[in-house]
């Protein structure tokens, strides 16, 4: 039997289960290593395949593989680089072909986003086109939940977990200051177009919280927003507010737009919080706070969803299963079965149907007023916060797992540009 070796990476921006994810390719790789050669990991994502850079996890031990199952971060690093269009300039595909033949690599495993899912998708292409077939499959990852065709993503019920409790617990100090002290607070949570983890901090309202979302997927109206504020202040004392850093004017137009855009021509985005919190304190002269959860929301593994952890391995798992079975330019995906209790199974999904296609908030998830969260979207949501699973500890602190992350040895040129 032609045995292959594996290249994995991980591509955009980790979550507190990624390396779960991780740690599931290489465990079932191991287990088929009459079919698997070797498990090359990309140091710092698909640039590592560019670079040639690319760490040897066999010389990582069995304990330390098994302890990404709980270690936040992206254990290989990670990167925001997009690929050339291959029908513009095909360089970087050609180069990547060049890796993968010189080191005998017959299995691409690509855990990230939608944009990591198009990259997937477009090398399963070219390399057939190009006569060296690689099968690829892409392990879904991200925190903003907006894949298609999976029920949920990797990454999301944890942060969801992050931000519910987060909103609480602020709002819970709110509420014991609010006569003679701070009577708004702000929270700006990630999601770009879509607001899956906006909606978490929704469930702040089972805890008796007068709670403010505001969603990408709904037109900021600065007029109705303020008023809904004052209601709350003047009804409970105090309101919280949590704002996706999508949100948006009706002109399309961010709240947090900074005019700067990244690889992938995303506007960078953040700063949401202080813009509407300095927007009710003209109007109304509350005294306030805002905060911005940014990367603590999703590395945040001491609180992560046993459930999420749980999914994250298995997809990564699925992802090598789907490879051994012969399957290419497909992606393991999360079906639910049913919500109470809940259970699920996996699936998988054609990438030609998941590549460049977002999903958004269902309106049947949103109130009717635009500001908070229906029965429906916290039966979706719940489930995917269940149960806990907390690292190991020692003098009150996480221990995490730092890999060795040994290169193999070059065997071709430098790339043709710097990265």
Not at 222 to 234: C, P
Not at 320 to 337: F, H, K, Y
Not at 356 to 383: A, H, Q
Request: hydrophobic share 40%; glycine share 8%.
């Amino acid at each position: 039997m032609n045995v292959k070796n594996a290249f994995y990476a991980q591509s955009g921006g980790v979550t507190a289960v990624i390396n779960a994810s991780a740690c599931g390719v290489i465990e079932t790789a191991r287990k088929h290593s009459d079919r698997i050669g070797n498990v090359f990991a990309g140091r710092n994502g698909i640039v590592g395949a560019l670079t040639e850079e690319l760490v040897d996890t066999n010389r990582e031990t069995r304990e330390d593989i098994a302890a990404l199952r709980y270690t936040p971060g992206g254990a290989f690093g990670s990167c925001r680089y997009k690929l050339a269009d291959p029908e513009k300039d095909r360089r970087e595909f050609e180069r990547l072909l060049e890796i993968f033949r010189a080191h005998d690599i017959g299995y691409f495993f690509y855990n990230g986003g939608g944009d990591s899912a198009d990259t997937c998708y477009k090398i399963s292409r070219f390399s057939s086109l190009m006569g060296y077939p690689i099968q690829a499959i892409h392990v879904p990852k991200t925190i903003d939940n907006d894949l298609p065709l999976t029920d949920c993503c990797p990454g999301f019920g944890s942060v969801a977990k992050y931000i519910a409790v987060s909103t609480i617990e602020a709002s819970f100090d709110v509420r014991s200051m609010c006569r003679t002290s701070t009577r708004v607070f702000v929270l700006e949570v990630m999601g770009r177009h879509a607001g899956w983890i906006a909606a978490a901090g929704g469930l702040a309202e089972d805890y008796g919280i007068p709670v403010v979302v505001l969603f990408p997927e709904v037109a900021f109206d600065e007029k109705r927003f303020l008023a809904k504020v004052e209601e709350n202040v003047t009804r409970f004392g105090y309101c919280t507010v949590v704002v996706s850093e999508g949100c948006r004017y009706p002109d399309g137009k961010f709240l947090a737009d900074q005019g700067a855009r990244d690889a992938f021509g995303h506007a960078h985005l953040g700063g949401a919080a202080p813009v509407v919190a300095n927007m009710i304190h003209e109007k109304f002269a509350y005294p306030f706070h805002w905060a911005v959860a940014n990367y603590l929301q999703r590395s945040a593994r001491h609180i992560a969803s046993a459930i999420d952890v749980e999914q994250a391995y298995e997809l990564g798992a699925a992802a090598v299963e789907l490879a051994l079975e012969g399957r290419n330019a497909v992606m393991p995906t999360i079906e639910r079965l049913s919500d109470e209790p809940y259970r699920y199974k996996i699936g998988v999904a054609d990438l030609k149907d998941v590549a460049n296609v977002e999903k958004f908030m269902p309106r049947s998830f949103i109130r009717e007023d635009g500001y908070g969260v229906t029965e429906e979207c916290k039966r979706y949501l719940y489930p995917l916060m269940q149960g806990e699973n907390y690292p190991p500890y020692q003098k009150g602190l996480p221990e995490y797992v730092t890999l060795q992350n040994r290169l193999v040895p070059r065997k071709l040129g430098p790339f043709y540009k710097s990265i």
